[in-house]
């Protein structure tokens, strides 16, 4: 089984079911209403959004537990800050006694969406065994299937980015894209286009990867970008260097447009 896969899996397990874990209201399953199909999407669903205000009106920071397994963070609202215009998610000690020794930052949407372009203006971490990215996704926090599509920046090398998407829990399509500059170092733009048969990434507006075929996402996700670090997964991302914290990911916008499939 594909390295990240399986510890990803183990992750959502660990976090529907550790005792441990202290998971949110609006990520119970008994309180959550089963988003609808991706295709059903509306023109006032379309959103462009800077961070020069603070925390856009629809989002909200995660708070209050961790995923467990791989993620080696306890994600805390005070990881999400609003600086010079743009929004910070920052990795750091953690400050509170546990297990876990560092905190993360997380950027979530409230609503859930379907078919369009998803695109952010983003500067991802360079340090090895973190993980910044933009992303959306649903699963069985919010009684769906796990459908996901991501666009994740290793920090081991940030002259590349990966590509991703999850149908019902099923996983193993990364794709390295060489980007040819270090993204670390500047602002650029990142997207996808999300279709009922396909999904297109795009860099600075240009396409540069594509899947085809049948098992695309189906199901409505939210739009979330997060910043943690690993554990158990040295060989995917290096291990972590601590020495340099706090480390941060910096978001100057984002924007998606849907389109009838």
Excluded at 8 to 15: H, N, R
Excluded at 27 to 35: D, E, G, I, K, Q
Excluded at 52 to 78: C, I, L, R, Y
Excluded at 160 to 182: P, T
Aim: charged content about 20%.
């Amino acid at each position: 089984m594909n390295l990240k896969k399986k510890a990803l899996a183990t992750a959502i397990f660990m976090a529907l079911s550790a005792t441990p874990v202290v998971l949110p209201v609006n990520y119970m399953t008994s309180s959550v209403v089963c988003a609808a199909p991706a295709s059903e999407i509306k023109a006032e669903d379309a959103f462009q959004v800077d961070f020069k205000n603070g925390m856009p009106k629809g989002f909200e920071a995660s708070d209050g537990w961790t995923n467990g397994n791989m993620f080696n963070v306890n994600w805390h609202k005070e990881n999400v800050t609003f600086n010079n215009g743009n929004l910070q998610l920052v990795i750091d000690h953690e400050k509170n006694s546990g297990k876990i020794p560092y905190s993360g930052g997380e950027f979530r949407s409230q609503g859930f969406y379907g078919y369009g372009r998803y695109e952010v203006s983003m500067k991802p971490i360079k340090n090895d065994g973190v993980v910044s990215s933009f992303f959306t996704y649903t699963g069985p926090s919010d009684n769906n299937p796990w459908d996901e599509i991501d666009i994740e920046f290793l920090g081991k090398d940030t002259t590349k980015v990966q590509f991703n998407y999850f149908r019902d829990g099923k996983g193993g399509h990364e794709y390295l894209y060489d980007l040819g500059y270090d993204a670390s170092q500047s602002f650029h733009t990142y997207g996808f286009e999300w279709h009922k048969d396909k999904i297109i990434w795009f860099v600075d507006g240009k396409e540069v990867y594509r899947l085809e075929g049948t098992t695309i996402p189906v199901t409505k996700a939210k739009l979330m970008m997060n910043a943690w670090c690993g554990t158990g997964v040295d060989e995917w991302l290096n291990a972590f260097d601590d020495k340099n914290l706090p480390v941060q990911a910096e978001y100057q916008w984002i924007k998606y447009t849907p389109f009838t499939e």
